[in-house]
């Protein structure tokens, strides 16, 4: 497995804009497919995004299409959720996982076997 820790969250209006990061340790983090979750008050843990290992192919769930960007860069063994456009909506705990697998798969987030502590964001109306 792998240790991750989430930064970034925070306090932003309705219509701005904010950059998660998820740094990994140990020396495998390019064998890693990466996915970012969120759990709102009161409700259970969502998917949002993933990347697969190569960054070649990506995941975004339909609430966050053309909103949220997640990227990753192998040699800083970080993934990045870039959030533009927010909304009320996605007030919730951010957290990153990590999952062993060669491909992005259907249902990738089955495959998440290690996670963080979550990063919280909150978005203002």
């Known amino acids: 497995q792998v240790q991750l820790v989430e930064s970034g969250g925070g306090l932003v209006q309705t219509g701005g804009s904010l950059r998660l990061s998820c740094a990994a340790s140990g020396r495998t983090f390019s064998s890693y497919a990466m996915g970012w979750f969120r759990q709102a008050p009161g409700k259970e843990r969502d998917v949002v995004a993933a990347?697969?290992?190569?960054?070649?192919?990506?995941y975004y769930a339909e609430p966050v299409k053309d909103r949220f960007t997640i990227s990753r860069d192998n040699a800083k063994n970080t993934v990045y959720l870039q959030m533009n456009s927010l909304k009320p909506e996605d007030t919730a705990v951010y957290y990153c996982?990590?999952?062993?697998?060669?491909?992005?798969?259907?249902?990738?987030?089955?495959?998440?076997?290690?996670w963080g502590k979550g990063t919280l964001v909150t978005v203002s109306s």
């Open positions: 996982a990590a999952g062993l697998m060669s491909a992005l798969a259907p249902r990738w987030w089955d495959g998440m076997d290690s």
């Open positions: 990347i697969s290992r190569s960054g070649v192919t990506r």
